[in-house]
């Protein structure tokens, strides 16, 4: 069954360094997003990607975010300086359009 | 904007059926989506509703009441394996928006 695939799936980095985090969605959706979900609390929208640009974003995704899909199948966001508070785990979806997203296991992120 | 309400937790015995409410405000609603997750897991999609009224997959049914900007998700006999975080969320026109979730917890 096609799955989204996120790597890594742990990742550690300092304060101020650059993280990407990676992701495969599955091959025939159009939709692509990312979700992040800090310890204990409920899963937050950051960005939705759709024909090759940003279709909406929140109010986290400040200037610090980035996404791209460099090539027909990956999907990347970018942390350009770390903070502490962006410790969280990282979940890529993807969705066909209508119904559901389809979420990869995720990447947990922790900034020391 | 959108906001969700669901209650936290609930405790129930293999075999009962739990129902799981939502009611939501949102400007953009596209639909209702319900998704489980389990400790430090992923959501996993479970149903979703576009219109009004009822839909049944398998253990799992999911209702939706645009008119009182309501659903809810209904599990039937249930097993020790749904124990998990159950969260329902609006599908606006790019996104979702997720409610805290609700805890079921599934005992012998």
């Known amino acids: 069954e096609p799955e989204v695939t996120q790597t890594p799936s742990h990742q550690v980095t300092q304060m101020g360094q650059e993280v990407i985090l990676r992701c495969v969605p599955i091959?025939?959706?159009?939709?692509f997003y990312w979700y992040r979900q800090i310890l204990g609390q409920k899963v937050e929208f950051l960005v939705s990607?759709?024909?090759?640009?940003?279709?909406?974003k929140s109010e986290i995704f400040d200037d610090q975010f980035s996404v791209e899909r460099p090539d027909g199948s990956n999907f990347t966001l970018k942390i350009r300086s770390t903070k502490l508070e962006d410790s969280a785990m990282y979940f890529c979806?993807?969705?066909?359009?209508?119904?559901?997203?389809?979420f990869g296991q995720g990447t947990r992120l922790t900034v020391v | 904007g959108q906001s969700l309400e669901q209650p936290s937790e609930v405790t129930a015995v293999e075999g009962a059926i739990v129902q799981i409410n939502c009611t939501y405000q949102?400007?953009?609603?596209?639909?209702l989506s319900w998704y489980q997750q389990h400790d430090g897991g992923a959501p996993t999609f479970l149903s979703y509703?576009?219109?009004?009224g009822l839909e049944e997959t398998g253990r799992f049914s999911s209702f939706l009441s645009r008119s009182d900007s309501y659903g809810y998700l209904l599990l039937q006999e249930l097993q020790m394996k749904d124990s998990a975080s159950y969260f329902c969320?609006?599908?606006?026109?790019?996104?979702?928006?997720f409610g805290k979730g609700n805890q079921v917890v599934v005992i012998p």
């Open positions: 969320a609006v599908k606006g026109n790019n996104r979702l928006a």
């Open positions: 091959s025939n959706h159009l939709y």
């Open positions: 949102t400007s953009g609603f596209y639909g």
């Open positions: 509703n576009a219109l009004d």
């Open positions: 979806a993807s969705s066909p359009g209508t119904g559901g997203s389809f």
């Open positions: 990607f759709y024909n090759n640009e940003i279709s909406e």
